[in-house]
């Protein structure tokens, strides 16, 4: 697994906790191009704060560990 890649689940990982607590959940799905594709699950996937919560939140928590990446996307 690329370094990227394991710290960007590592990221993950230490979010998942609070998103379960909210009756949600996240899943890694690919890291590619730059791109992180992952799949919000449960009242995370059609929260109305979920667009909010992927830039300011997860992609900004991702940035910290792996500066280059380009965005987070949700897959469905």
Request: hydrophobic share 40%.
């Amino acid at each position: 697994m690329k370094e990227a890649e394991s710290k960007i689940i590592d990221v993950i990982d230490t979010l998942r906790p609070f998103l379960i607590n909210d009756g949600g959940n996240i899943e890694f799905v690919k890291y590619e191009d730059d791109i992180v594709y992952i799949r919000m699950m449960g009242a995370c996937s059609n929260c109305e704060m979920l667009d909010l919560d992927l830039k300011d939140g997860i992609e900004n928590a991702i940035r910290e560990e792996v500066p280059t990446i380009k965005g987070v996307v949700n897959v469905i």
